[in-house]
């Protein structure tokens, strides 16, 4: 079994900064991409940051230039540096990734438990 463990949530002032993280951990074989979701009270889910396993990122748009996506593969580990925060990233942050594991030897997406963020004064 895989495991996805997030960690780093929280209550920030705006224009303050989080950083999440999310290790994961169990009977991986490879780890492709890696990235993060959020979904806010009355909305769907989107995908806020994406980060492969060559390293190549790409953002949603409302947090270009604020968070930055990073990943350290030796520690299986994908991490979210958010700064300069607003009240409208307030959300529940769900680490997402594709995973090929011993066990069965293919791919499939393991999700995190999430974790809240609330950006709020």
């Known amino acids: 079994q895989v495991q996805l463990v997030e960690s780093g949530g929280g209550l920030v002032q705006p224009g303050g900064s989080l950083r999440l993280s999310c290790a994961a951990s169990?009977?991986?074989?490879?780890?492709?991409?890696m990235d993060w979701y959020r979904q806010a009270p009355g909305k769907q889910r989107e995908l806020v940051a994406i980060?492969?396993?060559?390293?190549?990122?790409n953002y949603v748009d409302s947090v270009k230039e604020r968070f930055t996506i990073s990943r350290d593969n030796a520690k299986n580990t994908v991490y979210l540096q958010m700064n300069s925060l607003k009240p409208e990233d307030t959300a529940v942050y769900y680490c997402?990734?594709?995973?090929?594991?011993?066990?069965?030897?293919?791919?499939?997406?393991?999700w995190g438990q999430g974790t809240q963020v609330t950006v709020s004064s």
């Open positions: 997402h990734a594709d995973i090929k594991t011993y066990t069965y030897f293919r791919r499939d997406d393991y």
């Open positions: 169990g009977s991986i074989s490879r780890i492709y991409a």
């Open positions: 980060i492969t396993d060559s390293g190549s990122t």
